[in-house]
């Protein structure tokens, strides 16, 4: 498929086009799904999360540090954000629909650079500050114009201190940018 053809069915609306800014390998066993959904000039990042996975040790660290894998010296990240990819982030939803063990609040946080479990993060900026992740519940954040995370990365932290393992807990979490480059004024 020619490059031409890719950009005509991309802004006309697709699923499942994100291949290269996924999450690092320090969560990505947690990682059910990960994907881009166009609608309109509306690009919308959705990442389903397990963290009561079998599949690995998912723990938290200290306050404000990665949520990740236990042990691991990898990144953490949930993903890359890349404006000219998924335009320019306007807001943030978070889903939470089985509770989170041993935690009861998480923040979405950018970053300047990758960062493993329980190492603190680079010029942290928050996206999503303090959801409560210890009952079902769907919560939402408007982002500032002036904390765009265009070429940083976006992890999920702990905000309440325990560094603990975590038995259960699935969330969505769904991050909409928008290319305002696409808006037509004809």
């Not at 990758?114 to 942290?124: H, K, R, S």
């Not at 976006?154 to 259960?168: H, Q, R």
Request: hydrophobic share 40%; glycine share 10%; with cysteine.
């Amino acid at each position: 498929m020619g490059a031409q053809r890719l950009n005509s069915l991309l802004r006309r609306g697709s699923t499942g086009t994100d291949t290269s800014f996924q999450a690092g390998a320090g969560i990505s066993g947690a990682v059910l799904a990960h994907r881009i959904i166009r609608d309109g000039v509306f690009v919308i990042t959705e990442i389903v999360l397990d963290l009561g996975t079998s599949e690995t040790d998912i723990r938290s660290a200290t306050a404000d540090r990665p949520i990740g894998t236990h042990g691991s010296t990898a990144s953490a990240h949930l993903m890359l954000w890349e404006d000219d990819i998924h335009g320019v982030l306007q807001s943030t939803e978070t889903f939470v629909a089985e509770a989170l063990t041993t935690i009861t609040q998480c923040s979405l946080k950018q970053a300047d650079a990758e960062a493993a479990i329980d190492v603190a993060l680079t010029n942290a900026v928050d996206l999503n500050h303090d959801f409560a992740c210890n009952a079902k519940r769907v919560g939402a954040a408007v982002v500032a114009p002036a904390t765009s995370p265009d070429g940083k990365y976006i992890f999920l932290t702990n905000t309440d201190g325990a560094g603990t393992t975590i038995n259960a807990g699935q969330l969505t979490i769904r991050l909409i940018g928008m290319k305002a480059s696409e808006i037509s004024v004809d």
